[in-house]
Nanobody
Framework: VQLQASGGGLVQAGGSLRLSCAAS????????VGWFRQAPGKEREFVGR????????GYADSVKDRFTISRDNAKRTVYLQMNSLKPEDTAVYYC???????????????WGQGTLVTVSS
């Protein structure tokens, strides 16, 4: 599975962005997908995840009620809708795929290249 994240950009605080994670490979629908982010000088952190069927999601406390993950397996794409963005959401955002239900980056075996989100105050 190859992943490519897109949709990042510059947005003002309070604004919204939608990131996309496009996958190649016919087995994409068998994988759980997670979103992670990494700010300068910080470790990569879990943002949220969605199961293979798209009917179960989980979020980090810092983004709960602001971010929503969805997927369209027919399009082999996972989305991260980000609302009410804050300057502390500024980071490079990555999507990743795994066969397990986990929030640890080490458990994800396929990674996209990342897309930069910058939130100005």
């Amino acid at each position: 599975v190859q992943l490519q994240a897109s949709g990042g950009g510059l947005v003002q605080a309070g604004g919204s962005l939608r990131l996309s994670c496009a996958a190649s490979g016919r087995t994409f629908s068998r994988y759980n997908v997670g979103w992670f982010r990494q700010a300068p000088g910080k470790e990569r952190e879990f943002v949220g995840r969605i199961n293979e069927n798209g009917d179960s999601m989980g979020y980090a406390d810092s983004v709960k009620d602001r971010f929503t993950i969805s997927r369209d397996n027919a399009k082999r794409t996972v989305y991260l809708q980000m609302n009410s963005l804050k300057p502390e959401d500024t980071a490079v955002y990555y999507c990743a795929a795994t066969g397990s239900w986990d929030i640890r980056p080490s458990q994800y075996f396929y990674w996209g290249q990342g897309t930069l989100v910058t939130v100005s105050s």
